[in-house]
């Protein structure tokens, strides 16, 4: 069973400021919540076969790699560990897509995955995971525009207050 879960957040800004932004694949860490380090790892710096490490409090090492490149749009990104899936997951990608709107543009983050484990990978996902996931996904898009306005690093405690005032 593949689940997706997608949130979205106003960034006041040009598409095309924000394209340049999102193509440099090394400001994660200043908008993905927990990172703590993102490193380019391969030649290519953007397109189809670029790969990034990322480092989370939480989770140890992550590799992710472009799949799909739209210029001027977005990308998805590939996540694993070497030449397996991230764990706990038997495949996983992150969508990130720059949208037209009438104040700038919006971000648009879609994570999608399929668990293993049967009945009981169903039964964790809907209890649990599916959860978690859709509250990881909108604190990307919301720490994300943030960034893309600031240009800074996104606090913890700022993400608080960027989630209570999103409802």
Request: net charge neutral.
């Given at each position: ?105 919006e ?19 809907a ?7 859709k ?9 994300l ?23």
């Amino acid at each position: 069973m593949t689940t997706t879960v997608t949130a979205r957040a106003p960034i006041p800004l040009p598409l095309d400021v924000c394209w340049d932004k999102l193509r440099d694949l090394t400001r994660a860490a200043n908008y993905v919540p927990g990172l703590t380090a993102c490193v380019v790892t391969t030649d290519v710096r953007e397109g189809v076969g670029a790969s990034r490490r990322v480092t989370s409090r939480q989770f140890g090492d992550m590799d992710e790699t472009v799949t799909v490149w739209n210029e001027g749009q977005g990308f998805t990104i590939r996540l694993h560990k070497g030449d397996r899936p991230a764990t706990p997951f038997k495949e996983a990608t992150f969508r990130y897509a720059l949208e037209p709107a009438d104040t700038g543009c919006e971000i648009v983050t879609t994570m999608t995955y399929e668990l293993g484990f049967g009945p009981l990978g169903a039964l964790l996902d809907a209890l649990i995971l599916r959860r978690i996931s859709k509250s990881n996904v909108r604190n990307v898009a919301l720490s994300l525009a943030e960034h893309y306005i600031t240009d800074a690093p996104v606090p913890p405690e700022r993400l608080r207050e960027l989630v209570r005032s999103a409802g």
